[in-house]
């Protein structure tokens, strides 16, 4: 990420801090914070990479949708409201989930493979990624809770897809869009 300010150093170890920081915020006070950092960081891909040397910098989104997680239902049993209201939609999509996984160890029975339980196996971590989304859903469907949280994600997905588009122009500025070329090779959102 360059903003041409000479910071593009420090930023990625600015927002790891940020991240320790959102990361106690939405355990302990309000899992709105976290979602608002998620939504913010995962299209910036190129930083994403660059938090990689950090402790746990590789999972930055896992931690976080877990500490979301952990946060709602936290609050929603000391306020002794119901956790999860279950709708058509939602059951169609959770049906996905179930059946996607099912289709796991199906493929592992049949094939021999690993039992998809851990991390260490590439199916069950392709469809962790793949589950990313629809718990994302999830997650703001709950989590966000007026008008006013839904325009802060709105505007920091749009602050997001700035940068994005700033990153993108100062890697492609100078380069010739008329023809393939193999020096184009760079790491981003839009690789």
């Known amino acids: 990420m360059n903003l041409g300010l000479g910071l593009t150093k420090h930023i990625p ?3 790891y801090c940020f991240f320790v920081i959102i990361l106690l915020i939405t355990l302990f006070r309000n899992e709105a914070f976290g979602l608002y950092f998620l939504v913010f960081l995962i299209p910036l891909q190129n930083l994403m990479y660059k938090l990689y040397q950090y402790p746990f910098g590789k999972d930055i989104i896992d931690v976080l949708l877990l500490a979301i997680m952990i946060g709602y239902y936290l ?11 279950l ?4 059951m169609a999509i959770v049906i996905l989930l179930l059946v996607t996984y099912s289709g796991l ?8 493979l690993p039992y998809p339980t851990s ?3 590439p ?12 718990l994302l859903y999830f997650i703001t469907l709950y989590v966000v809770r007026d008008r ?7 505007w920091l997905m749009m602050i997001s897809l700035l940068l994005m588009d700033n990153n993108f122009y100062h890697n492609f500025r100078y380069f010739e869009a008329d023809h393939f070329s193999d020096k184009l090779r760079l790491t981003g959102t839009f690789t």
């Open 148 to 154: 006013k949280q839904m325009l802060v994600i709105i």
């Open 13 to 15: 170890l600015f927002v």
């Open 87 to 90: 709708r058509s939609l939602n």
């Open 119 to 121: 991390l260490e196996n």
């Open 75 to 85: 609050r929603k049993r000391n306020e002794g409201q119901t956790i999860i209201h």
């Open 105 to 112: 160890w199906v493929g592992s029975f049949k094939l021999g």
């Open 123 to 134: 199916n069950f971590l392709q469809w962790k990624n793949y589950a990313i989304l629809p």
